[in-house]
């Protein structure tokens, strides 16, 4: 067995070749180095999204200065919402669009009233990525099919606003964002969440300007 070559130190290449090594033990040693292993490829996976992000926003020119990110509590909101999993982010905008539609008829069909801005929120599950597409309308019963759902206060979370005339740079704004909380030594946690000030399908929207905000401890 090439040993040297799967990456093994030189006391496990010693221990491998001393004669009467079972094959129990030499199992055990090759779990261990491919655990060892996939553990550096994901935090490269992770160090290689980081350098793209930055290259993306250098790149455009939208390169944010810390002046752009605003670490503050985040407080407790009510949402009528509809959800979905996803298995990676590229897949959360063609989700979320449609579900705002459905969640902003069944209010119309209500008669409700909006009482704040639209939020998406996400969470990280073991089956994905769990995004949801809410609204406001204070304390008023859900319409039929909607869930109610409250999103808990959050001491800090590091936000900055996404402001452009289309939404397709949202997901590169959300790496930078990322970029900026491991930057500052800071760990993500809890439930991102996309607060929608304004967007283009409001009566007088023009542009849009989203807070993404992202809790941190």
């Known amino acids: 067995m090439a040993t040297k070559e799967l990456g ?19 199992i055990e040693m090759l779990h261990e180095r491919e655990a060892a292993l996939m553990a550096q490829i994901d935090a490269d996976q992770l160090r290689l999204q980081r350098v793209r992000a930055r290259l993306r926003s250098m ?17 407790a909101v009510r949402l009528v919402q509809l959800s979905a999993t996803v298995s990676s982010m590229e897949e959360i905008e063609p989700q ?7 969640v902003n ?6 008669g409700l009233t909006r009482t704040g801005p639209g ?12 995004a949801a597409a809410g609204e406001q ?12 759902v409250t999103l808990g ?10 402001e452009a005339d289309g939404i397709e740079g949202i997901q590169a704004a959300w790496q930078a964002l990322v970029v900026e909380v ?4 800071l760990t993500p946690t809890g439930v991102c969440r996309e607060v929608y000030r304004e967007t283009p399908l409001d009566p007088e929207g023009t542009k849009w300007v989203v807070d993404l905000q992202q809790p941190i401890e």
């Open 8 to 26: 093994f130190t030189l006391d496990e290449v010693s221990e491998v070749l001393l004669e009467g090594l079972s094959d129990a033990r030499l």
């Open 59 to 75: 790149e455009k020119g939208t390169t944010m200065s810390t002046s752009n990110f605003t670490e503050k509590s985040l407080p």
């Open 96 to 102: 979320i669009g449609p579900m705002f539609g459905r």
């Open 105 to 110: 008829q069944g209010i119309d069909e209500a």
């Open 119 to 130: 939020i998406a929120h996400y969470t990280v599950t073991d089956a994905g990525v769990l």
């Open 137 to 148: 309308i204070g304390d008023a019963a859900p319409p039929t099919g909607l869930d109610v």
């Open 153 to 162: 206060s959050v001491p800090r979370a590091l936000t900055t606003t996404f």
């Open 182 to 185: 491991d930057a500052r030594g």
